[in-house]
């Protein structure tokens, strides 16, 4: 599974964006597609997520701000961020994580990042 992020950039506090994660290659079995941010000197820490059953969840900092979305037909992946704080500021990192069996571990997949950078 290959993972593309894409519709970081710039924008003003109290503006929105929208990131999309393409994951190419089949994926089978319970997972979750989902969102990661690393902010300079600070270690990833988990946005939100979506499972292939629908459920989803978030940070606490972005509760009622971000939403995350999928289309399992598309293997894709979206997070809709609004109200944006200079504190989101971070690169995005799309994550697939597939769950594993009895006989076959669990496995993580992720993309490439894309910075978002928020300005005061």
């Known amino acids: 599974v290959q993972l593309q992020a894409s519709g970081g950039g710039p924008v003003q506090a109290g503006g929105s964006l929208g990131l999309s994660c393409a994951a190419s290659g089949s994926i089978f079995g319970i997972n979750y597609m989902g969102w990661y941010r690393q902010a300079p000197g600070k270690q990833r820490e988990l946005v939100a997520t979506?499972?292939?059953?629908?459920?989803?969840n978030y940070a606490d900092s972005v509760k009622g701000r971000f939403t995350i979305s999928r289309d399992n037909a598309k293997n894709m992946a979206y997070l809709q961020m609004n109200s944006l704080k200079p504190e989101d500021t971070a690169v995005y990192y799309c994550?697939?994580?597939?769950?594993?069996?009895?006989?076959?571990?669990?496995?993580?997949?992720w993309g490439q990042g894309t910075l978002v950078t928020v300005s005061s």
């Open positions: 979506v499972s292939s059953l629908g459920s989803t």
């Open positions: 994550n697939v994580k597939v769950l594993g069996t009895s006989t076959i571990a669990t496995k993580d997949y």
